[in-house]
């Protein structure tokens, strides 16, 4: 499997921006969601979506500002983040597994994108 991020970007703070994941060469994956790692910070899961249901996970610290979706004829998971903080500037990673299971621990997570640049300014 393989999957292409983009959308990252520059914004001013209280802005939005979109972020778009497409898979490709995929066997099967239950769930596809997004993590995200700022300048000297671990890695930390910040939403995710069940391929099957479109149900939905978030990190506390993005709840009601994030909002995850999906387009299954276009193999793509998007993440609209609105009203961005500067605390929000990280790099993006799309994430998939094929465990069904809600987890927000990186290593359960089987494959793992490029990354996107977002940076949100004060």
């Known amino acids: 499997v393989q999957l292409q991020a983009s959308g990252g970007g520059l914004v001013q703070a209280g802005g939005s921006l979109r972020l778009s994941c497409t898979a490709s060469g995929r066997t099967f994956s239950s769930v596809m969601g997004w993590f995200r790692q700022a300048p000297g910070k671990e890695r930390e899961f910040v939403a995710a979506?069940?391929?099957?249901?479109?149900?939905?996970h978030y990190a506390d610290s993005v709840k009601g500002r994030f909002t995850i979706s999906r387009d299954s004829a276009k193999n793509t998971v998007i993440l609209q983040m609105n009203t961005l903080k500067p605390e929000d500037t990280a790099v993006y990673y799309c994430v998939d597994r094929k465990g069904f299971e809600w987890t927000t621990q990186s290593l359960s997570f089987d494959h793992w994108g490029q990354g996107t640049l977002v940076t949100v300014s004060s």
């Open positions: 979506i069940r391929w099957g249901t479109s149900s939905t």
